[in-house]
């Protein structure tokens, strides 16, 4: 006998798809409140652009990653108890790379003082500038283009230069003409304010943690199950998986890149919304040494070029005694691609440069020729933060949003972190009012 639809659905209040940073969290802030929660991932491994992959006792985050200590995810992390270790990058000898001559990175007023990229007048007005920057109301450039805000500010000189390097270092993006400037001064305040945390282990330790925390409440976590349909209905929402199994949710999270947001829904807004968003992308060389020719260059900034080097293991434990762990990254603009091979030796002269030899060293390494670090720029035309989807869905009281690319509150793992939280926060106040209407809300998964 063939079961019928209500036979093999599983009820549930609250089904996840998407297993990356936004859903763990939506998943892990819903099931401790005793809310019964399922989360599918369609990849066998959980975790998305935040998954470390290790080879060799070597852990290699998708490019650089850094937890921002005064943003979204660092507070909620440590709301739920996630465990991660790590610490506070020192620099060492920060340098600025100019195309013909090598710079020492200002990070405080005697190193500014004797940089001798800047004229004194420059000086002063970057000091002026950053003095002035956490009493600045950044809504008021949201329709202002970055680079406009930039020469307005800082001429078209080193200094602009440099503002530059501040710029794409805290938003990961090098699209100046396109990215909304009080997006990007917001970025950079939360930057200057609380420094950035690099993570033991690389950031797969917060996947596990929010897993962890979620199961340990009664969440489901599911891999390698894709969610095939959405379909709302009077109770909630009903997901069909690709093998034909149903969920019946009271709510739905979509915790998924903003294309599979669209393939799911028949949103015309959305799918307008995501026609005309730019990804912010980049160029990763992940390398892995048996010593560092010039252990005393642990970070370095490309001063005309939109260059990054970093010896994450000077700060994290990512590799066994001895072993250096660095990351090479170009921001890729939203100009014509170049080919990958171009780029990959852009990346192995910034190396070449700073740690010459490093080639007979190598023990790992693995280049990344395009990786999505954040599905949309906030945008000049979209007023920034401003022009996002937002977490809830006009007409659809039942379905939310969440991820990197949802919400006005903050860029990268941040807006991840602070759209699965209001999405958990809707999620938790509609059961709760479906639950004191009188009905009963599903007490446990499977119910």
């Given at each position: 006998?063939i079961p019928?639809?209500?036979?093999?659905?599983?009820?549930?209040?609250?089904?996840?798809?998407?297993?990356?940073?936004?859903?763990?969290?939506?998943?892990?802030?819903?099931?401790?409140?005793?809310?019964?929660?399922?989360?599918?991932?369609?990849?066998?491994r959980?975790g998305?652009?935040?998954?470390?992959?290790?080879?060799?006792?070597?852990?290699?985050n998708?490019?650089p990653?850094?937890?921002?200590c005064?943003?979204h995810?660092?507070?909620?992390?440590?709301?739920?108890?996630?465990?991660f270790?790590?610490?506070?990058?020192?620099?060492?000898?920060?340098?600025?790379?100019?195309r013909?001559?090598?710079?020492?990175?200002?990070?405080?007023?005697?190193?500014?003082?004797?940089?001798?990229?800047?004229?004194?007048?420059?000086?002063?007005?970057?000091?002026?500038?950053?003095?002035?920057?956490?009493h600045?109301?950044?809504?008021?450039?949201?329709?202002?283009?970055?680079?406009?805000?930039?020469?307005?500010?800082?001429?078209?000189?080193?200094?602009?230069?440099q503002?530059?390097?501040?710029?794409?270092?805290?938003?990961?993006?090098?699209?100046p003409?396109?990215?909304?400037?009080?997006?990007?001064?917001?970025?950079?305040?939360?930057?200057?304010?609380?420094?950035?945390?690099?993570?033991?282990?690389?950031?797969?330790?917060?996947v596990?943690?929010?897993?962890?925390?979620?199961?340990?409440?009664?969440?489901?976590?599911?891999?390698?199950?894709?969610?095939?349909?959405?379909?709302?209905?009077?109770?909630?929402?009903?997901?069909?998986?690709?093998g034909?199994?149903?969920?019946h949710g009271?709510?739905?999270?979509?915790?998924?890149?903003p294309?599979?947001?669209?393939?799911?829904?028949?949103?015309?807004?959305?799918?307008?919304w995501?026609?005309?968003?730019?990804?912010?992308?980049?160029?990763?060389?992940d390398v892995?040494?048996?010593?560092?020719?010039?252990?005393?260059?642990?970070?370095?900034?490309?001063?005309?070029?939109?260059?990054?080097?970093s010896?994450?293991?000077?700060?994290?434990?990512?590799?066994?005694?001895?072993?250096?762990?660095?990351?090479?990254?170009k921001?890729?603009?939203?100009?014509?691609?170049?080919?990958?091979?171009?780029?990959?030796?852009?990346?192995?002269?910034?190396?070449?440069r700073?740690?010459?030899?490093?080639?007979?060293?190598?023990?790992?390494?693995r280049?990344l020729?395009?990786?999505?670090?954040?599905?949309?720029?906030?945008?000049?035309?979209?007023?920034?933060?401003?022009?996002?989807?937002?977490?809830?869905?006009?007409?659809?009281?039942?379905?939310?949003?969440?991820?990197?690319w949802?919400?006005?509150?903050?860029m990268?793992?941040?807006?991840s972190?602070a759209?699965?939280?209001?999405?958990?926060?809707?999620?938790?106040?509609?059961?709760?009012?479906?639950?004191?209407?009188?009905?009963?809300?599903?007490?446990?998964a499977?119910?």
């Amino acid at each position: 006998m063939i079961p019928t639809m209500e036979e093999n659905c599983q009820k549930v209040d609250l089904i996840v798809v998407g297993g990356g940073l936004a859903g763990l969290t939506a998943a892990a802030l819903v099931a401790r409140e005793g809310r019964s929660v399922v989360l599918v991932e369609r990849s066998s491994r959980l975790g998305g652009r935040a998954m470390t992959q290790e080879s060799q006792g070597v852990h290699f985050n998708l490019g650089p990653h850094a937890l921002y200590c005064a943003g979204h995810a660092f507070r909620l992390l440590t709301a739920l108890q996630v465990p991660f270790a790590g610490r506070i990058p020192a620099a060492g000898r920060a340098l600025l790379l100019g195309r013909t001559a090598t710079y020492t990175l200002p990070h405080g007023l005697v190193s500014l003082l004797t940089s001798r990229l800047l004229t004194l007048r420059e000086k002063w007005r970057l000091s002026r500038i950053l003095s002035e920057l956490p009493h600045l109301d950044a809504r008021l450039f949201d329709d202002m283009p970055l680079g406009v805000w930039i020469e307005n500010n800082a001429g078209t000189g080193h200094l602009a230069d440099q503002l530059g390097t501040l710029f794409r270092l805290s938003t990961f993006a090098n699209a100046p003409e396109q990215t909304s400037a009080g997006a990007a001064l917001d970025q950079l305040k939360l930057a200057l304010a609380g420094n950035v945390w690099y993570l033991d282990g690389g950031w797969q330790t917060l996947v596990d943690g929010l897993r962890e925390r979620a199961i340990a409440s009664g969440a489901d976590v599911r891999t390698s199950e894709r969610a095939e349909s959405v379909r709302d209905d009077a109770d909630g929402v009903i997901v069909r998986l690709a093998g034909g199994a149903i969920l019946h949710g009271r709510a739905l999270v979509l915790a998924i890149p903003p294309k599979s947001a669209c393939e799911l829904l028949d949103e015309p807004p959305l799918a307008r919304w995501h026609d005309s968003s730019v990804p912010v992308r980049a160029a990763c060389l992940d390398v892995a040494l048996d010593r560092l020719p010039r252990p005393e260059r642990r970070f370095a900034l490309g001063l005309e070029d939109p260059t990054y080097y970093s010896v994450h293991s000077a700060t994290a434990r990512l590799a066994p005694d001895g072993v250096a762990v660095l990351h090479v990254m170009k921001y890729l603009g939203c100009a014509v691609e170049e080919p990958a091979g171009v780029v990959e030796r852009e990346l192995e002269a910034v190396l070449d440069r700073l740690q010459p030899g490093w080639g007979d060293r190598v023990i790992e390494r693995r280049f990344l020729p395009g990786m999505t670090v954040a599905h949309a720029l906030p945008s000049v035309a979209d007023r920034g933060l401003a022009g996002r989807p937002g977490v809830a869905i006009p007409g659809r009281p039942c379905v939310f949003l969440a991820g990197d690319w949802v919400g006005d509150r903050g860029m990268l793992a941040d807006a991840s972190a602070a759209s699965a939280e209001e999405a958990a926060r809707s999620v938790l106040d509609g059961l709760e009012h479906v639950s004191s209407s009188g009905d009963r809300s599903v007490a446990h998964a499977g119910a």
